[in-house]
């Protein structure tokens, strides 16, 4: 843009005569209404900006701060979890039969279920503590080597039909068989048998078995849990 200067120069406030040059004037006037209408657009664009860059800044901290906020809810909440869950595993009663040594006492077979004190409570157990969506079968006559006959065995069922459970219930039946053996101690389980492998609490750790020619009897649809 002209400067002022250049425009008074260029345009001559004054004729040779001295008379004033009033299209000149009237010109110039324009040109300077003009000018402070241009300098008060800039100052009001430039003051907008500053307005919006600090609300997106504003914006910004206060996202974090939800974001912190929320991080420390979520902390909090699964440390509360955990201590529920803690004080749950330490309400899990120890079952009758416990012997100073560590051994138990023998159990006899009792009630309309015809299992024993030790394997009922288990069973309780492991109700409450998880979300059996299928049968859970302990006693049976067949005499096949295993506690079932002896009301000392629970199998928790996985699927139905000898079919392989779903990723869900796969998850369910790993949780079931950890808990056993975490709390075994307690309730007095012997071994636990999951997914064609066997884990005697009393040499611990996991072990492969042989294969038995199908699902159900690799045990892979459902958790077999033996008592002393």
Same mark, same amino acid.
């Given at each position: 843009?002209?400067?002022?200067?250049?425009?008074?120069?260029?345009?001559?406030?004054?004729?040779?005569?001295?008379?004033?040059?009033?299209?000149?004037?009237?010109?110039?006037?324009?040109?300077?209404?003009?000018?402070?209408?241009?300098?008060?657009?800039?100052?009001?664009?430039?003051?907008?900006?500053?307005?919006?860059?600090?609300?997106?800044?504003?914006?910004?901290?206060?996202?974090?701060?939800?974001?912190?906020?929320?991080?420390?809810?979520?902390?909090?909440?699964?440390?509360?979890?955990?201590?529920?869950?803690?004080?749950?595993?330490?309400?899990?009663?120890?079952?009758?039969?416990?012997?100073?040594?560590?051994?138990?006492?023998?159990?006899?077979?009792?009630?309309?279920?015809?299992?024993?004190?030790?394997?009922?409570?288990?069973?309780?157990?492991?109700?409450?503590?998880?979300?059996?969506?299928?049968?859970?079968?302990?006693?049976?006559?067949?005499?096949?080597?295993?506690?079932?006959?002896?009301?000392?065995?629970?199998?928790?069922?996985?699927?139905?039909?000898?079919?392989?459970?779903?990723?869900?219930?796969?998850?369910?039946?790993?949780?079931?068989?950890?808990?056993?053996?975490?709390?075994?101690?307690?309730?007095?389980?012997?071994?636990?048998?999951?997914?064609?492998?066997?884990? *005697?609490?009393?040499?611990?750790?996991?072990?492969?078995?042989?294969?038995?020619?199908?699902?159900?009897? *690799?045990?892979?649809?459902?958790?077999?849990?033996?008592?002393?």
């Amino acid at each position: 843009m002209v400067g002022l200067a250049g425009l008074r120069y260029q345009t001559h406030d004054l004729d040779l005569f001295g008379t004033p040059d009033l299209q000149g004037s009237v010109v110039l006037t324009q040109l300077q209404d003009e000018q402070a209408v241009l300098v008060s657009q800039f100052a009001t664009i430039k003051a907008e900006r500053k307005a919006a860059a600090d609300a997106a800044a504003a914006l910004i901290a206060q996202i974090k701060t939800r974001s912190e906020e929320v991080a420390k809810q979520r902390e909090a909440a699964e440390k509360l979890i955990g201590d529920i869950t803690d004080k749950l595993d330490q309400l899990i009663p120890v079952a009758p039969g416990k012997l100073p040594g560590g051994g138990w006492t023998p159990e006899l077979p009792s009630g309309s279920d015809n299992i024993t004190p030790r394997t009922r409570l288990m069973k309780t157990q492991v109700a409450e503590h998880f979300d059996l969506r299928y049968s859970v079968g302990c006693y049976r006559a067949e005499n096949d080597g295993g506690e079932h006959p002896l009301g000392r065995a629970c199998d928790f069922m996985m699927s139905s039909g000898g079919s392989m459970p779903s990723p869900d219930m796969k998850a369910l039946g790993d949780g079931v068989a950890a808990w056993a053996i975490e709390n075994g101690s307690k309730l007095g389980v012997k071994y636990v048998i999951w997914q064609q492998r066997i884990y *005697n609490l009393g040499s611990p750790g996991w072990r492969t078995m042989s294969d038995r020619g199908g699902i159900t009897a *690799n045990h892979y649809d459902h958790v077999h849990i033996s008592m002393y």
